[in-house]
């Protein structure tokens, strides 16, 4: 079946590079996806990406996807306060209703 | 643009008594929708989706059920609520045929049963 793993926690100093990191089992996901969760709040889309991609940036999101590995990571470049979220790594299953299935998510912390 | 609501924001409600959260979407016709429960322990657990009126699916068996009376409104209830039914509840949206399935979710309901 489909799984997805990330690490639990994950601190960094402020101004820092971030990069949490992400592995799946199905290898025919089509799409994989951050989101964002602030405490009490429900998840915010960051960025996906198209399995026949290597990378994505958008401003300060860095994605790579390895799809041979089945690893995609995200990395957050000058990491600041407001990032500490909660990260979730998804990807899209193959279901009628095309499900996403979620990683467990990785608590960033963000240190001054 | 679309946007999704559920209410209430919070609830806390003795064991045993009825439960039903709602959830709506604007600015979007024919979603896929669905309910989250997230745990303490962080990991989202889908429990129910839908991708049209009247159709439910559910994942785990549960003392939950779910209702899709309208096209753009999603129901969770209980008859009786259980301890174990605390935890934060998360509805999103997909857009039926959405090349990408990006779900869409709401601000969540913080379920509390005592």
């Known amino acids: 079946g489909e799984d997805v793993e990330q690490s639990l926690f994950l601190s960094v100093r402020e101004g820092d590079s971030s990069v949490i990191n992400c592995t799946y089992t199905d290898s025919s996901s089509t799409y994989l996806y951050w989101y964002k969760q602030e405490p009490g709040a429900g998840l915010q889309l960051l960025t996906y990406i198209f399995s026949n991609m290597d990378m994505k940036q958008d401003q300060r999101l860095t994605v790579l996807l390895n799809k041979k590995d089945k690893h995609l990571s995200l990395r957050i470049a000058d990491t600041q306060t407001g990032d500490s979220a909660i990260y979730f790594c998804?990807?899209?299953?193959?279901?009628?209703?095309?499900?996403?299935?979620f990683g467990s998510g990785t608590q960033l912390t963000v240190l001054p | 643009s679309q946007t999704i609501h559920q209410w209430p924001a919070t609830l806390v409600q003795p064991v045993g008594s009825p439960l039903s959260l709602e959830c709506t979407v604007e600015?979007?016709?024919?979603?896929?929708l669905y309910w989250y429960r997230q745990a303490a322990g962080r990991g989202l657990q889908l429990l129910f989706y839908s991708v049209g009126i009247g159709q439910i699916s559910s994942e785990v068996p549960q003392n939950l059920s779910a209702s899709r009376p309208q096209d753009r409104q999603f129901i969770l209830s209980s008859k009786k609520l259980l301890l174990s039914d605390s935890g934060f509840y998360l509805c999103a949206w997909s857009l039926l045929g959405g090349s990408t399935d990006t779900q869409y979710f709401g601000p969540g309901t913080r379920l509390t049963v005592l």
């Open positions: 998804a990807e899209r299953g193959s279901g009628s209703a095309r499900q996403l299935t």
């Open positions: 600015g979007t016709s024919n979603p896929n």
